[in-house]
């Protein structure tokens, strides 16, 4: 078997590589933590999973996802790297980003209950989730929260769930 990693075939694969060093990991990681609103220009992968792992400490909606969106990443990358290895099935890196942005609409889709902060407020708006919720902001009965994003695991979880199509095969 080829021990370069299917993903960028540039180098060998490990896992340390795979999920570090990786610039097809770096390009889909960069992108699905822009949908979420976390920008990192530049940041090597490694340094961008440092960076983050730091930041992200906390519960406020915005690192839930950024979490969570993390967890996605990785998801997407062991799918396409198994995809790749078992099903001789390759998708392009633009192809694998789209499904990535689909995943992350949905996820950020199933925030239900958001605490009316200026920050989530400012965030929601950025990332374009929940126009319903936009719209309510000015009634204070609503409560929201982050059921569903209650842990970055529980949300992978979810994810994997979902029987959607796959809209890079379209
Ligand atoms: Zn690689």
Same mark, same amino acid.
């Not at 990786?22 to 220009?41: A, D, M, Q, T």
């Not at 530049?42 to 340094?47: I, K, Q, R, T």
């Not at 789209?98 to 708006?125: C, D, F, Q």
């Given at each position: 078997?080829?021990? #370069?990693?299917?993903?960028?075939? +540039?180098?060998?694969?490990?896992?340390?590589?795979?999920?570090?060093?990786?610039?097809?990991?770096?390009?889909?990681?960069? #992108?699905?933590?822009?949908? *979420?609103?976390?920008?990192?220009?530049?940041?090597?992968?490694?340094?961008?999973?440092?960076?983050?792992?730091?930041?992200?400490?906390?519960?406020?909606?915005?690192?839930?996802?950024? +979490?969570?969106?993390?967890?996605?990443?990785?998801?997407?990358?062991?799918?396409?790297? =198994?995809?790749?290895?078992?099903?001789?099935?390759? #998708?392009? *890196?633009?192809? *694998? /980003? $789209?499904?990535? =942005?689909?995943?992350?609409?949905?996820?950020?889709?199933?925030?239900?209950?958001?605490?009316?902060?200026? $920050? #989530? *407020?400012?965030?929601?708006?950025?990332?374009? /989730?929940?126009?319903?919720?936009?719209?309510?902001?000015?009634?204070?009965?609503? $409560?929201?929260?982050?059921?569903?994003?209650?842990?970055?695991? =529980?949300?992978?979880?979810?994810?994997?769930?979902?029987?959607?199509? =796959?809209?890079?095969?379209?």
């Amino acid at each position: 078997m080829d021990p #370069n990693c299917v993903l960028c075939d +540039k180098e060998i694969e490990t896992l340390e590589h795979l999920f570090f060093h990786c610039p097809f990991s770096e390009k889909i990681l960069h #992108n699905i933590l822009r949908k *979420v609103g976390i920008r990192n220009s530049g940041a090597s992968l490694d340094e961008t999973l440092n960076s983050i792992s730091g930041y992200l400490a906390g519960k406020e909606a915005w690192k839930m996802a950024g +979490k969570a969106a993390i967890s996605l990443t990785i998801y997407i990358l062991w799918k396409e790297r =198994n995809a790749r290895i078992f099903r001789g099935k390759k #998708n392009n *890196v633009e192809s *694998v /980003i $789209r499904e990535g =942005n689909y995943r992350v609409a949905i996820m950020l889709s199933k925030i239900n209950n958001l605490k009316l902060t200026a $920050r #989530n *407020v400012a965030w929601a708006e950025q990332t374009g /989730i929940s126009p319903s919720f936009l719209r309510k902001i000015g009634q204070q009965t609503i $409560r929201y929260s982050l059921n569903q994003l209650a842990t970055a695991g =529980n949300t992978l979880s979810t994810i994997q769930d979902q029987e959607e199509p =796959n809209p890079g095969q379209a």
